[in-house]
């Protein structure tokens, strides 16, 4: 499974290449027919200038006297064709490797992680589902909001609901493994029930979506069943969280929306319910949630996309270390000479 995971990885690397490439192609070639189109009584000198993909060498030729309004133009298009490409190579980027998991969190336990940064942002996730209507109903308001979030899928509801988890991915979240029949008890489990209940949703998750889930939360977040340890052993981040919105228990939407807003932190994760049972104040509290949320300054990110931020404010003070260190072992090399 990871090897077919992996395989799957690098060849859907591949077909962005290839796409970027061709959309880029596209791009740079589009100008240039409108430019031998549109010069006809230009040099072949100037046109030979004109051709090259070099932005610079066409904003050089904008001195030569006989075309300089064209070459202007021609150079806003290549500018505005390359924008747009780059602006699609994010969109694809952030589509196909929106699932990958910085390595230094790999086989953790994550609850939250705690920025320097003033950027706020927070992680919501949703547990338990695909469920009837609500899941769609909170893809809606998500998706109003252009807010991409991480579902924790059960592989029985998920077997059910196939067209609901197809639908998360393709509206951009992210899907994630939370078992199979969702054992929240604290007792050992036997090694083949926890390979299952792990084994068979990933292999759903993959066969639905396409995508390889490298992100697992244990249900009740249990740490001591077994589960939790045989999803490090495959490498993946434990997620749990730091919000709680209790809204199993609560069924009020006041309620649920105040516990989340009182528990908000910069790099906090939390945890409502899409699934499971009964979620109509979950629906009902999800837009305030939002706007109280975005109110405190919070931007909204996926468990991946979290992961990735703090790893580089990581990889960042080891580098700033790395230079301290390096200065002082100067300064000591010049005191002695
Ligand atoms: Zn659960």
Request: without cysteine; hydrophobic residues 35%.
């Amino acid at each position: 499974m990871t090897n077919l995971g992996s395989l799957s990885r690098q060849g859907k690397s591949l077909a962005t290449l290839i796409a970027a490439s061709g959309s880029f192609l596209i791009g740079m070639l589009l100008p240039m027919e409108i430019w031998t189109n549109q010069q006809t009584t230009t040099k072949a000198t100037t046109v030979k200038t004109a051709t090259s993909t070099n932005t610079k060498q066409i904003n050089q030729s904008t001195n030569n006297k006989e075309t300089p309004l064209e070459v202007i133009k021609i150079s806003s298009v290549v500018a505005k064709k390359i924008n747009n490409t780059k602006q699609e190579l994010r969109e694809l980027e952030l589509k196909t490797f929106n699932f990958s998991v910085p390595k230094r969190f790999q086989s953790q336990t994550v609850k939250n992680v705690t920025l320097n940064s003033k950027q706020k942002v927070i992680s919501l996730t949703f547990d338990d589902g695909p469920w009837n209507n609500t899941t769609e109903q909170i893809l809606d308001i998500l998706k109003k909001h252009n807010i991409r979030a991480t579902f924790f899928v059960v592989g029985q509801h998920l077997n059910v609901r196939q067209e609901i988890g197809k639908k998360i991915v393709e509206e951009g979240h992210v899907i994630a493994n939370h078992t199979w029949n969702h054992p929240s008890k604290s007792s050992k489990m036997s090694p083949d029930r926890i390979k299952s209940e792990i084994g068979r949703t990933a292999d759903l998750i993959y066969k639905i979506t396409g995508r390889t889930t490298n992100l697992f939360r244990p249900p009740g977040g249990v740490l001591v069943n077994g589960l939790a340890d045989y999803a490090k052993e495959r490498k993946h981040t434990v997620v749990l969280w730091s919000a709680d919105s209790v809204d199993w228990y609560y069924r009020s939407a006041q309620k649920i929306t105040k516990k989340v807003l009182n528990k908000a932190s910069n790099g906090g994760i939390v945890l409502l319910h899409d699934g499971g049972g009964p979620r109509g104040h979950v629906v009902e509290a999800l837009p305030n949630i939002i706007a109280g949320l975005k109110k405190q300054g919070y931007e909204f990110v996926t468990i991946p996309e979290l992961l990735t931020i703090k790893d580089r404010e990581l990889h960042q003070a080891e580098l700033a270390k790395k230079r301290e260190v390096k200065k002082q072992e100067t300064n000591a090399q010049e005191d002695k000479e």
